[in-house]
């Protein structure tokens, strides 16, 4: 299942098209002063590895331009200056080399300085992304939408700048109309993918700390991308960045606009059945596997009576019973390891399969003795637990006897 996407035209951040088809791309922000080169371009690797195809880093003083100059040669991904306020930090960052720029409408205002940046970044080949912010939108136009922020007047400002470019021929242009209030954001980018085929950045804007802050940047671009809306995006989060990239890349992946590159990891929500601490095995599933770039299905499974059967479809999982663990891979139980070495051999068969497959990994072992054992763990389970391991029968004669 594919969701249909809206054409847009297509530009080149450094070596990365955005729109026009080109896949979507997960961008993040370092949060480093731009001065410190080292520690810029140790975020700007860590980001890269989490899957961050653009990185912004803000051009805010002139330290930070001569800090972009030492940083764009040598990072990994395409780095975009962030300007707010001085135009002339936009020049400066574009002397530095920058792959891109961000302007915000609402605080670069006077036409003559905008018109300089885009001749210039038109001159260069360098895009700009038109990011409107709900935050700071230009006060001429709050007033004159009512003294409140609308989607009528971050589309109003996105369309007046983008008209001060083709004033001077520059159309190498993203725009983002992004808020903190999801259904204001999702009504903004609706209304300008109708106004223009300029490829879109989507964002909650100031989403805030995970998990809330997850779930308000998922709301809302999810949303749009389900709708065709959006050409690269960004997970605005009060976390360390990787947690932005490790976001925007799982969504995109979820909606399948990526291809998967890490560890899809499903674990079942437990429940009285579970043999494991099911919330621990799978955190440490997942902190042993994350960033192995290995793109495969895991499940962590409470247990085994039911664990490998809901999880078939899994390339690889592992399912608790009697203090052990049952490696299945594509349903069919292929070993059996201590508890203490779930996670371990978890790792060590995801990494076999991601190298060799399914096929070879299923013909280096005897599956019908491992299959034994789970049978011999899942019937002595069911004998102790029957098959109302959530004592639910139980309850609900409990319940009962109430209103006798
Ligand atoms: S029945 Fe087993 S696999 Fe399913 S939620 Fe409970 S513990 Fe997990």
């Known amino acids: 299942m594919t969701f249909p996407r809206r054409q847009t035209r297509q530009i080149a951040v450094g070596e990365v098209l955005v729109g026009g088809g080109a896949p979507i791309s997960v961008q993040s922000m370092t949060t480093t002063k731009t001065a410190d080169v080292e520690g810029t371009l140790q975020q700007i690797y860590a980001l890269a590895a989490a899957g961050c195809d653009i990185v912004r880093c803000t051009c805010n003083e002139l330290e930070a331009a001569a800090g972009l100059a030492q940083i764009v040669p040598r990072s990994p991904i395409p780095i975009v200056a962030d300007i707010h306020h001085q135009y002339r930090m936009a020049l400066a960052a574009l002397d530095a080399g920058v792959h891109g720029l961000r302007l915000n409408p609402g605080n670069i205002r006077r036409p003559e300085h905008i018109k300089a940046v885009a001749a ?45 470019f083709e004033e001077v021929g520059f159309d190498a242009v993203k725009i983002s109309v992004k808020a903190s209030n999801v259904p204001l954001m999702i009504e903004a980018y609706r209304q300008l993918s109708e106004a223009t085929d ?46 932005e990239a490790r976001a925007g890349r799982t969504l995109l992946e979820a909606l399948g606009l990526r291809e998967r590159e890490n560890v899809d990891l499903i674990a079942c929500p437990s429940c009285g059945r579970a043999e494991i601490d099911v919330i621990a095995v799978a955190g440490a599933a997942r902190d042993a596997l994350a960033d192995r770039q290995l793109p495969l299905q895991v499940a962590v499974m409470g247990c085994v009576v039911n664990g490998p059967g809901e999880a078939r479809d899994a390339d690889l999982g592992i399912a608790a019973g009697r203090h052990r663990g049952h490696l299945f891979v594509k349903g069919t139980n292929v070993a059996v390891v201590p508890e203490a070495e779930m996670v371990p051999t978890l790792v060590e068969w995801a990494e076999f399969i991601a190298e060799h497959g399914t096929e070879a990994a299923l013909a280096r072992v005897d599956t019908a003795k491992a299959q034994r054992e789970a049978e011999k763990d899942r019937a002595e389970l069911l004998e102790l637990q029957g098959d109302d391991a959530n004592e639910s029968a139980q309850r609900v004669e409990l319940i009962s006897k109430r209103f006798d």
């Open 198 to 243: 300029h490829p879109l950045h989507l964002g909650v804007t100031e989403a805030g700390p995970p998990p809330e802050g997850v779930v308000k940047a998922t709301a809302g671009i999810g949303a749009l991308l389900a709708e065709g809306i959006g050409d690269t995006i960004r997970y605005s989060l009060t976390a360390d960045p990787v947690e």
């Open 120 to 164: 210039e970044a038109r001159d260069r080949g360098v895009p700009i992304r038109i990011g409107v912010n709900g935050g700071s939108l230009d006060p001429e136009l709050y007033e004159r939408h009512g003294g409140r922020v609308t989607p009528e007047a971050m589309v109003e400002s996105a369309m007046s700048e983008l008209a001060y």
